[in-house]
């Protein structure tokens, strides 16, 4: 029979509450073996080994999306298949390595078989369980444990709150590693080059025109020999500086331009100072590209003028340039 609407929505936000209680219990129950494991880790990772996760069912599924999350912030980790352990995979596995072995119950029959061969391969291990009192927590050399008072399920079997509290406390020691470590945003990037990740941690140094397809002049030369400038950089804006310092004083483009023509017929042969627009927003060239969309967006402009830290103009970019490479 079809559930009320009603019914419907009352299951799912029982469901969302559930797996809610597990997170804050797991949090709750945080201690000094979070701590243990989380040094035990960095010490793995300083002494140029990898982590190890490995689980079966659902467990094994965390397992792939924790290695994903590990790798992503340079900690080198694989996923170990328990069954495939034992017909050859182990070979992955090194003296030194660190095993972090999931299993809900902490008493699936394949994790358990695979305890003594990891052992014998020099490799520590976590056990990373809801069950303290589990023959994986007994054998394990340190121990993750999470905290579920109820599976979301309404048969109490399908792995629920249970996945949910293991994938939080994972990414909860990704998270800590991460910050111990002090990877910073652009260490993040290197991890990442594709994808949306990797084109909004890109640099405005790495996207900006440079060069002859940076159009720059003293703001004291005439208008005429400016929009020669803009229209030999094949650019829509030209960055004017002050003669000595080659500090910006303005931007002149092609609204600019045509606002200067309506003037009177001289206006070609005055000053482009007339006719810049003093002060121009700017962006560093050390900000990232996602910054330089902002004050696209933010102020309604075509092109952006890439500056050093004296205030020199070193680089352009033109809102054209965005959708290539992805930023948008």
Not at 127 to 134: I, P, R
Not at 194 to 208: C, E, H, P, Y
Request: glycine content about 8%.
């Amino acid at each position: 029979m079809a559930l009320s609407s009603k019914t419907v929505l009352a299951r799912a936000r029982a469901c969302i509450a559930l797996e809610s209680a597990a997170l804050a219990a797991t949090a709750k129950g945080l201690d000094e073996e979070f701590v243990a494991t989380a040094r035990t880790i960095a010490a793995t990772v300083a002494a140029g080994r990898k982590l190890i996760f490995s689980g079966v069912g659902k467990s094994a599924h965390i397992a792939q999306k924790l290695t994903g999350t590990f790798n992503s912030t340079g900690v080198a980790s694989c996923f170990l298949d328990s069954t495939q352990a034992l017909h050859g995979d182990l070979g992955l596995c090194a003296d030194g390595d660190l095993a972090l072995i999931l299993s809900n119950s902490g008493q699936t029959e394949e994790v358990l078989r695979l305890l003594p061969l990891l052992k014998r391969q020099g490799v520590r291990i976590i056990a990373f369980t809801s069950n303290a009192e589990s023959d994986l927590a007994k054998n394990a050399d340190g121990r993750l444990i999470y905290r579920v008072p109820r599976e979301a399920c309404p048969l109490s079997l399908a792995p629920t709150a249970s996945t949910t509290a293991a994938l939080a406390l994972g990414d909860a020691l990704a998270m800590v590693l991460l910050e111990e470590r002090g990877l910073t945003r652009d260490d993040f990037a290197k991890f990442h080059p594709a994808g949306n990740i990797g084109a909004l941690l890109l640099k405005v140094k790495d996207i900006m025109r440079t060069a002859d397809r940076l159009p720059v002049a003293p703001d004291t030369v005439s208008t005429q020999d400016a929009i020669l400038a803009m229209t030999r950089a094949k650019s829509g804006s030209i960055a004017l500086v002050q003669p000595k310092s080659g500090k910006l004083t303005g931007i002149l483009t092609d609204g600019d331009f045509r606002r200067s023509a309506l003037t009177g017929p001289d206006f070609l042969s005055r000053p482009v100072a007339t006719f810049m627009t003093r002060t121009p927003k700017t962006v560093r060239e050390d900000a990232l590209g996602v910054d330089a969309l902002r004050l696209f967006e933010l102020h309604k402009i075509d092109d952006l003028i890439v500056v050093n830290a004296r205030g020199q103009p070193v680089g352009l970019i033109d809102g054209q340039d965005l959708p290539k490479l992805k930023i948008v």
